[in-house]
Nanobody
């Protein structure tokens, strides 16, 4: 599965960005993780084929993950904070789990990433 992200950029705190990820094929689980300098990778949101979602606590109420029927997953990011800065990567996993995946190791395929920079 190939994943291509788009939509990153630079915004001021409080602003919004929408990330998109086009997958080359349907996969049951899709998500987004981010990597910031000096920090570990962190899955920020995921969605399974039934529409069930997961959000890390730090983005709940601000980020929304969604997917369409054309193998594209979106991440709408509102009220962005400087600590949201990082490289955002799309992730995909065809296998079905008992719950929505929330660990980086749950995803077999990763995209190259798109940079998000939030200034104060």
């Amino acid at each position: 599965v190939q994943l291509v992200e788009s939509g990153g950029g630079s915004v001021q705190a409080g602003g919004s960005l929408r990330l998109s990820c086009a997958a080359s094929a349907y996969t049951y689980n899709m998500g987004w993780f981010r990597q910031a300098p000096g920090k570990e990778h962190e899955v920020v949101a995921s969605i399974d084929g039934a529409g069930k979602t997961y959000y890390v606590d730090s983005v709940k109420g601000r980020f929304t993950i969604s997917r369409d029927v054309k193998n594209t997953v979106y991440l709408q990011m509102n009220r962005l904070k400087p600590e949201d800065t990082g490289s955002y990567h799309c992730a995909a996993e065809p296998s079905q789990f008992g719950s929505t995946p929330y660990r980086l190791a749950d995803f077999r395929y990763w995209g190259q990433g798109t940079q998000v920079t939030v200034s104060s």
